[in-house]
């Protein structure tokens, strides 16, 4: 008799598929440095999708030159504020933050998500700093941003969401210059990122609880002589009886969604400054009328509607050239039905 053989049921990636700790996205790597300090990240709001026609500028496409219909995922992004800049060391035991310098003025609503030391010292903390970076102990250097969700109207809520982004460069005193200058300031998705220009984008998915196996891994559901007494759904078996235990690779029900995910190399198409000239006839299902600036991504984009969204400068870009897309028309009809 042939060996039957099939690949396995549902990736193993990823596991455990456990649930995100937190709605906010973590970065454990950033872009290469392009020498001059920059910052690396910024973040904003799912607001929903829609349909653009555009000229298909990609060569060699059977398109290439006349006008397609692509969907855009719609990200409003509100300008972010610099609340503190924070240094990391670097030791056998790997990085570690061991000082950072607070803004004098911060907004009255960032005090509901965190609590400020009474006995902060700023002077104190920029000669640590800047002995530190004397010393050549920095390996890096991070700003500390949050968002404005209470300035959008999509999104009912008023507690900023905080976040450490990268700041890049060759040379460690600039980067701690140019962090100065950003601390307490404004800062806009136009500065870190151009229309054309990819990036990758995380979120955390959409939950969906607690899933049995056939959702869950995909696995086949069970012919009828097998499935007596509702267990349709059920695997066929949990293993040999040698070893003795259960292996994780089986499997088995449990948590669906609300993870972390990252897509790689989704391409800016717009960055707008006013959100009305997108907005549809009633507004967008969900979440509403856009006021901020918004910007479109090519494609999909992992989360529900209203979720954080952090996005940064792609780090896999390859041979991907940048170009300016031509945008011919953005769909504004109404979404609801």
């Given at each position: 008799?042939?060996?039957?053989?099939?690949?396995?049921?549902?990736?193993?990636?990823?596991?455990?598929?456990?649930?995100?700790?937190?709605?906010?996205?973590?970065?454990?790597?950033?872009?290469?440095?392009?020498?001059?300090?920059?910052?690396?990240?910024?973040?904003?709001?799912?607001?929903?999708?829609?349909?653009?026609?555009?000229?298909?500028?990609?060569?060699?496409?059977?398109?290439?030159?006349?006008?397609?219909?692509?969907?855009?995922?719609?990200?409003?992004?509100?300008?972010?504020?610099?609340?503190?800049?924070?240094?990391?060391?670097?030791?056998?035991?790997?990085?570690?933050?061991?000082?950072?310098?607070?803004?004098?003025?911060?907004?009255?609503?960032?005090?509901?998500?965190i609590t400020m030391p009474k006995d902060y010292n700023r002077e104190s903390s920029q000669k640590k700093f800047a002995d530190a970076l004397a010393a050549g102990n920095v390996a890096e250097i991070h700003a500390l941003t949050y968002t404005q969700p209470a300035i959008i109207s999509g999104v009912p809520k008023k507690v900023p969401d905080l976040m450490e982004i990268k700041i890049s460069g060759d040379n460690m005193a600039k980067q701690y210059?140019?962090?100065?200058?950003?601390?307490?300031?404004?800062?806009?998705?136009?500065?870190?990122?151009?229309?054309?220009?990819?990036?990758?984008?995380?979120?955390?998915?959409?939950?969906?609880?607690?899933?049995?196996?056939?959702?869950?891994?995909?696995?086949?559901?069970?012919?009828?002589?097998?499935?007596?007494?509702?267990?349709?759904?059920?695997?066929?078996?949990?293993?040999?009886?040698?070893?003795?235990?259960?292996?994780?690779?089986?499997?088995?029900?449990?948590?669906?969604?609300?993870?972390?995910?990252?897509?790689?190399?989704?391409?800016?198409?717009?960055?707008?400054?006013?959100?009305?000239?997108?907005?549809?006839?009633?507004?967008?299902?969900?979440?509403?009328?856009?006021?901020?600036?918004?910007?479109?991504?090519?494609?999909?984009?992992?989360?529900?509607?209203?979720?954080?969204?952090?996005?940064?400068?792609?780090?896999?870009?390859?041979?991907?050239?940048?170009?300016?897309?031509?945008?011919?028309?953005?769909?504004?009809?109404?979404?609801?039905?």
């Open positions: 008799m042939p060996k039957i053989n099939r690949p396995r049921r549902g990736s193993l990636a990823f596991s455990p598929r456990k649930r995100a700790k937190s709605p906010i996205p973590k970065y454990q790597s950033w872009p290469a440095s392009t020498g001059t300090p920059v910052l690396q990240g910024f973040a904003g709001y799912k607001v929903g999708m829609t349909h653009v026609i555009m000229v298909d500028d990609h060569k060699e496409s059977p398109t290439e030159g006349k006008e397609i219909m692509v969907p855009v995922t719609v990200i409003e992004v509100p300008t972010m504020k610099v609340a503190a800049i924070r240094a990391y060391a670097k030791d056998t035991y790997g990085k570690h933050a061991f000082t950072e310098i607070w803004a004098d003025q911060l907004d009255d609503v960032l005090f509901r998500r210059e140019f962090a100065l200058e950003l601390l307490g300031k404004e800062v806009s998705l136009n500065s870190i990122i151009q229309s054309g220009a990819y990036a990758d984008i995380t979120a955390i998915t959409t939950g969906k609880g607690t899933q049995g196996p056939a959702k869950r891994w995909g696995t086949a559901l069970r012919k009828r002589k097998h499935s007596v007494g509702g267990k349709e759904r059920h695997i066929g078996t949990l293993g040999p009886w040698n070893p003795h235990h259960v292996r994780w690779q089986v499997p088995q029900s449990g948590q669906m969604g609300y993870q972390q995910r990252t897509e790689f190399n989704k391409r800016i198409l717009k960055i707008g400054e006013s959100g009305a000239e997108i907005t549809p006839k009633g507004g967008f299902l969900h979440y509403g009328v856009l006021k901020s600036p918004y910007v479109l991504v090519k494609g999909s984009i992992p989360g529900p509607i209203k979720r954080l969204i952090r996005i940064r400068p792609a780090i896999r870009q390859g041979e991907h050239v940048v170009r300016m897309p031509a945008i011919q028309f953005v769909s504004v009809q109404s979404k609801q039905g």
